[in-house]
């Protein structure tokens, strides 16, 4: 099998334990030729993702973002490949769920994040992709919405335990028709539009490199990553990943706090 692109995960899966690209990953991916594509699928929005393409020095490949919701051909393009949007009456529905609750409910769209407050929640989530929110009430975001007639390429909702699996399994019998709905963490509960994944959005993008989902290989640990790691030549789970990734896995490389993607770099391409 010839490997022609990389897709790959990036938390819990590409960064190390201070959630940054270990000195290993850096040197594998420098490695590889200039015009090899990588390509990072995530539910992060571009701009918690396009720093780390800068330091693999890889600025302008292209980009899965919201788990396959908003895909850029480029860093450095201004047209998406596809964008499919949640429909503001849908979050609306999402956010009512969350009155009389402590759940912090933050929207996203395009390169854009808004969260209600500056709040534990907000701050954690600067932290930890190096973005800033934009402070807006989630009801000034959705009047603006219907106005624009465009939605959210994520809903994200944060809070205890709980409270959390609380409303995915009301929004699991209510809105399952037409939602993702991911818990990424016990306290996370990322939702997205049900018709795309990693792995719709990584088939557009290899399309223009002439590339088939053969000629991948592919890297993740969570949920979201099982239909990308099943659609691949070659799905790789880090050790870490959860044992239903593991399942659908070609193969499975050391975690993620262990260079597991570099690994693997070394061991098929280098």
């Keep these: ?27 594998a ?9 990588v390509i990072l699928a995530s539910s992060r929005m571009p701009s918690a993702m396009t720093h780390l393409l800068r330091d693999l020095k890889r600025e302008n490949n292209p980009l899965v973002c919201y788990n396959g919701g908003y895909v850029l051909p480029g860093t450095l393009e201004k047209n998406a490949l596809s ?25 996203y769209s395009e390169d854009k994040w808004y969260a209600p407050k500056m709040d534990p929640w907000t701050e954690k989530e600067e932290k930890a992709t190096k973005v800033k929110a934009r402070l807006r ?22 809070g205890t335990a709980s409270e959390i699996r609380e409303l995915y399994q009301h929004l699991q019998g209510e809105l399952s028709a037409v939602l993702h709905l991911y818990r990424s963490k016990d306290t996370y ?74 690994l693997s770099i070394e061991k098929y391409l280098l």
């Design 29 to 37: 991916f420098a490695a590889l030729p200039s015009d090899f594509p």
């Design 1 to 27: 099998m010839k490997i022609k692109a990389i897709c790959t995960d990036i938390d819990g899966t590409l960064l190390d334990k201070n959630r940054e690209l270990s000195r290993r990953t850096r040197q």
């Design 137 to 158: 009430e989630n009801d000034q975001v959705i009047a603006a919405w219907k106005k624009s007639q465009s939605g959210a390429h994520k809903v994200m909702c944060m």
């Design 83 to 107: 964008s499919v949007w949640i429909a503001p009456e849908v979050c609306q529905k999402v956010i009512e769920q969350t009155v009389n609750t402590s759940i912090h409910v933050s929207l």
């Design 189 to 262: 509960l990322e939702i997205a539009p049900k018709a795309i994944s990693k792995a719709t959005g990584l088939r557009e993008i290899i399309a223009g490199f002439g590339i088939s989902m053969d000629e991948v290989m592919a890297f993740g640990d969570n949920y979201n990553d099982i239909d990308l790691l099943a659609s691949v030549g070659l799905g790789i789970a880090v050790e870490n990943a959860r044992d239903e990734v593991k399942e659908v896995a070609n193969e499975i490389t050391a975690g993620n706090k262990a260079d597991g993607v570099a």
